[in-house]
T-cell receptor, first 117, second 113 residues
């Protein structure tokens, strides 16, 4: 399978614990995005990488959230001291290099669903 | 924050009927895209329309864009039960980073046999 893969697909944790999600983008894609989606809502942008550089972070990304893409390939999203409000689907997407502003299709993974008890 | 609203929030039709979903957005855009999401799954890109285009077709999909009204519509013709999903519009804005998408709130479509 050569699509975007995310792991784990489901995570149940207790409030206050740390969780980490991993995203493996399509191999030739140099852009990687994280989104968060709560029930009944559209995805909301969290952060974006071009290669290993984190170029933009949303105000939604509090100090408890950190994302990395150390070698410009896979990315991790860590949430420290989880709160019940962090319960959501965390979606990763990637896009190929060389896209112009008039293209811009994103390829999404299946998401990692987080439930904080 | 969401870029815009979608209307209706939910739509239920019979197989074979057409489904129309509308999307409104707030700022100038480079392009507008429509995505589909099956329950509990990731999003799948359906179609992209550039800001200088007014209408685009892909198979059973027809998308229109009216930049003066900041609105778009997605028409699915001859719907099938397999079209049951949530549909989201998403915009790329000129000052946005990379190809960052800002999504609407979505329309839940149910196609009944």
């Amino acid at each position: 399978d050569t699509g975007v893969s995310q792991d784990p697909r489901h995570k149940i944790t207790k409030r206050g614990q740390n969780v980490t999600f991993r995203c493996d983008p399509i191999s030739e894609h140099n852009r990687l995005y994280w989104y968060r989606q709560t029930l009944g809502q559209g995805p909301e942008f969290l952060t974006y990488f071009q290669n290993e550089a984190q170029l933009e972070k949303s105000r939604l990304l509090s100090d408890r959230f950190s994302a990395e893409r150390p070698k410009g390939s896979f990315s991790t999203l860590e949430i420290q001291r989880t709160e019940q409000g962090d319960s959501a689907m965390y979606l990763c997407a990637s896009s190929p290099s060389g896209q112009t502003a008039n293209t811009g299709e994103l390829f999404f993974g299946e998401g990692s669903r987080l439930t904080v008890l | 924050s969401q870029q815009g609203e979608e209307d209706p929030q939910a739509l239920s039709i019979q197989e074979g009927e057409n489904a129309t979903m509308n999307c409104s957005y707030k700022t100038s855009i480079n392009n507008l895209q429509w995505y589909r999401q099956n329950s509990g799954r990731g999003l799948v890109h359906l179609i992209l329309i550039r800001s200088n285009e007014r209408e685009k077709h892909s198979g059973r999909l027809r998308v229109t864009l009216d930049t003066s009204k900041k609105s778009s519509s997605l028409l699915i013709t001859a719907s099938r039960a397999a079209d049951t999903a949530s549909y989201f519009c998403a915009t790329v804005v000129p000052t946005g980073g990379g190809n960052k998408l800002t999504f609407g709130t979505g329309t839940q479509l149910k196609v009944e046999l």
